[in-house]
């Protein structure tokens, strides 16, 4: 008997709607959406050849080029450029490399999910303007969120198809997402119990919620291990400490909100520290980069040594516990700054930056055409971060109701996007569009696996020996 009610729990087991199946048996939707990922990487390349850098980018070209890499941007991402840059001189072989995991996972996402329409759309979401503006440029959030694409793309065909080698190969992109930013873990655990879930419905039936978890946090503390040690390695004890831009930011905003001056003694090399009434100069709620550029009269210095550190973790700690109140409403200014709340952040890159490599940007016809497209959405909701966090908790809330064999997919996607951006509330650097990428790919996705449960999967409600019956396997 059919199954009609939502997923539960039920003795332990996780019960789901209808078997999640191919919706395109024949092989001209599977053709259509290969064409379509090639025409996607073939005009994103076209468009923005050899692909855009930010000074972000030009510090990690140079990291590849003299083999010598710090912390400050997790190490793996300038370690496989030192390659590609060997293979296509320049920014161009990241480019490719990024393209090539986003639109063949947008494009197998949609082929398992929508059938017939599945090239049309695939190609509408690789040229929504808030995606694709960032596909233009070398960044390591563009690489987080391309590598998650294709990591999402790998066990949703594991879990149609029963595809181990699938299973096996989603490994290496989640591998790759957690390697290259540093805030990476609260989005990809979510999706490691996702494949944990998976993997225990190919090899053992219906997974319980228990083993589910305990598997997939298993998997997750393996992997983090993996890249935290190979990373430090790169690293070699280059520390930069980047986390302390963050104290120092927080530090100026509470000494500018209680009238006292709680920074350290060394954030300037003369050891002064400044005046309540140079604050206001330096402090600005939509990100820290003031504090360190702009005036060099004024500006805070950075540090290596380990007893500043030090000093500055206790200063941290002292000034958060006294006044609390106005550390809590200088996160919450930083926090709506980056989520294009009273304002929008700085969109996408528009060029390469000034660099020592003599790299330019020789803009074409096309270039000029597609930026100028671009710069039409460059205020708009489209790029609004908050629009999309409140796209995905509202798909959320309807996926909670539905019967629906995605609805696993689509939660944890869900919980993965909210909880990646809600550790920027502790570390946002600036008011940059692109830390949020990754919940704009999201909020696409779960439109994607709402429409199969809403249009598709309706077509299909009887019992799921794959996903309902532990016999069934």
């Keep these: 008997m059919a199954n009609n009610s939502p997923a539960k729990l039920q003795a332990g087991h996780l019960v789901v709607g ?15 959406c290969a064409a379509a990922a090639l025409l996607g ?128 190969l989603s490994s290496l992109p989640i591998l790759y997402a957690l390697s290259v930013r540093h805030n990476s873990g609260p989005g990809v655990l979510p999706l490691m119990l996702y494949g944990a879930w998976v993997y225990l419905n190919i090899f053992c039936g219906v997974p319980s919620w228990r083993a589910m978890v305990a598997l997939g946090i298993l998997i997750f503390g393996l992997f983090f291990a993996i890249v935290t040690f190979v990373n430090r390695q790169l690293s070699a004890g280059r520390q930069m400490h980047i986390i302390q831009t963050v104290l120092l930011h927080d530090l100026t905003a509470i000494s500018l909100a209680e009238g006292t001056i709680f920074l350290p003694k060394w954030v300037r090399p003369d050891g002064s520290v ?23 009269a004024i500006n805070l ?44 952040c700085y969109a996408y890159e528009t060029g390469i930056s000034a660099n020592p490599f003599g790299i330019q940007m020789r803009p074409s016809e096309l270039n000029r055409s597609v930026m100028h497209l671009l710069d039409i959405f460059r205020n708009s909701w489209v790029f609004r971060p908050w629009c999309y966090l409140a796209a995905i908790g509202l798909m959320s809330l309807v996926f909670l109701r539905l019967h629906s064999a995605t ?67």
């Excluded at 209808?18 to 259509?32: G, H, I, V, Y």
């Excluded at 005046?275 to 709620?285: A, C, F, G, I, W």
């Excluded at 990646?420 to 439109?447: G, M, Q």
């Design 301 to 344: 210095q950075q540090t290596t040594d380990p007893a500043d550190l030090a000093t500055l973790r206790r200063a941290w700690v002292a000034a958060v516990l006294k006044h609390p109140g106005a550390y809590a409403r200088h996160r919450i200014s930083v926090f709506k700054s980056i989520l294009g709340i009273g304002g929008p």
């Design 41 to 168: 990487i073939a005009l994103t390349v076209a468009c923005f050849y050899p692909g855009y850098m930010s000074p972000d980018s030009v510090e990690q070209l140079a990291q590849a080029r003299s083999g010598i890499f710090t912390d400050w941007h997790p190490a793996m991402m300038s370690f496989l450029w030192r390659f590609a840059d060997k293979l296509f001189p320049g920014p161009f072989g990241m480019l490719l490399l990024n393209n090539l995991l986003f639109w063949p996972g947008v494009a197998t996402i949609c082929y398992r999910c929508l059938g017939q329409a599945a090239a049309p759309v695939t190609i509408a979401l690789g040229l929504f303007p808030a995606v694709f503006g960032l596909l233009s440029t070398v960044w390591k959030d563009v690489a987080f969120g391309a590598s998650m694409v294709l990591a999402v793309a790998l066990l949703l065909d594991a879990q149609i198809a029963r595809s181990k080698s699938a299973l096996i």
């Design 407 to 473: 609805r696993i997919l689509a939660l944890t996607l869900a919980c993965g996007a909210l909880l990646y951006e809600a550790s920027y509330f502790f570390i946002v650097p600036s008011c940059d569009f692109r830390l949020s990428w990754f919940i704009v790919l999201t909020a696409l996705l779960i439109i994607v696996l709402l429409a199969r449960a809403l249009f598709f999967e309706r077509q299909n409600t009887g019992p799921s020996p794959l996903l309902n019956h532990p016999e069934g396997t």
């Design 274 to 296: 400044p005046t309540v009434e140079e604050l206001p100069k330096m402090y600005h709620p939509a990100g820290l980069v003031s504090l360190f550029g702009g005036n060099p």
């Design 18 to 32: 209808p078997r999640l199946q191919s919706l395109s048996p024949s092989r001209a939707p599977a053709l259509a």
